[in-house]
């Protein structure tokens, strides 16, 4: 498996440009930058922009392993509302589009949620209603992910949606497009199960993984530890995803950042990254 690293685990202030020479100076092969509503890489951006960042991690030899967006929390593909799943469409039709640019095979999507309890203005949907509508609008852009090569990974991420790994092979399987699957969240499962039961369950629907690593007995989002500190059994991780045949890309997404130096988390996130898949 190749080594990434997602660009939410760098300080906020640094920009992506410095973040894939850290990545880079790191050890990683490749990076997962994200798409915005404004900046750099966004949905403002223009081709040759997107085009810039690719050139710029090829001159550093890194790979855009995948493209994520967090901006499917507030415009949600599970949506009761017309207008917000539109919009939701078209973010995921752009990131297509800047992800077959940027050369990469896969996007992270945030399909919406049923309810969030760690954001504020989420709206609540019904979960029948809310699988619906993500399904519909899952089969409608899964033609556009057809037509750019480029992959679409559902996250199983805290919206209280698609919560167990059988929940969500029955959604992918009912979209029936092999250019729709699973962005497994190593960490994401730990809460209510274990990420290991998800990759057996998942198998080759799997298009990428995220690793980061959460203690049980803590509360929310501050159960969100270093690699190798919480309750995920790497070592039945790892050896899962061998009995699948997964050999792409495993993308550490660490939060919350260090208070005080946090460029040093992507070194530690690094080196735990090389014990967990046996390369050092």
């Known amino acids: ?10 300080p906020s202030d640094m920009d992506l ?10 050890g990683f ?4 930058p994200a798409l915005a509503e404004s900046g750099t890489l966004s949905l403002e951006s223009k081709t040759e922009e997107i085009y810039s960042v690719r050139r710029e991690a090829e001159a550093l030899g890194l790979e855009i392993a995948s493209l994520a967006s967090g901006l499917g929390w507030t415009n949600g593909l599970t949506s009761r509302s017309r207008e917000v799943r539109d919009r939701a469409s078209d973010i995921v039709k752009r990131q297509l589009e800047a992800a077959a640019i940027l050369g990469a095979d896969t996007i992270l999507v945030v399909p919406g949620a049923v309810g969030v309890d760690f954001m504020d203005g989420v709206e609540v949907t019904d979960y029948e209603e809310a ?3 993500a399904a519909n609008a899952l089969r409608a852009l899964a033609e556009a992910a057809e037509g750019h090569q480029v992959s679409i990974g559902v996250e199983n991420v805290w919206n209280k949606f698609l919560l167990s790994p059988l929940e969500m092979k ?8 092999p250019y729709v699957g699973a962005y497994l969240d190593i960490g994401n499962t730990v809460l209510n199960g274990y990420p290991e039961h998800w990759i057996r369950a998942l198998g080759g629907r799997i298009k990428k993984v995220h690793f980061k690593d959460f203690r049980r007995q803590a509360a929310g989002l501050s159960g969100f530890v270093d690699l190798l500190a919480g309750d995920v059994d790497y070592p039945a991780v790892v050896e899962a995803l061998r009995q699948i045949g997964y050999d792409g890309y495993a993308i550490a997404e660490m939060i919350p950042p260090y208070r005080h130096y946090p460029e040093q988390i992507i070194h530690n996130t690094s ?7 046996g390369r050092r």
């Open 271 to 277: 080196a735990s990254m090389d014990a967990i898949l």
């Open 131 to 133: 699988y619906d509508n």
């Open 17 to 26: 440009t410095s973040c894939m020479k850290l990545a880079k100076a790191a």
């Open 1 to 10: 498996m190749k080594k990434g690293i997602n660009i939410w685990s760098f």
């Open 170 to 177: 029955r959604f992918i399987d009912e979209i029936g497009s």
């Open 29 to 32: 092969d490749g990076i997962e």
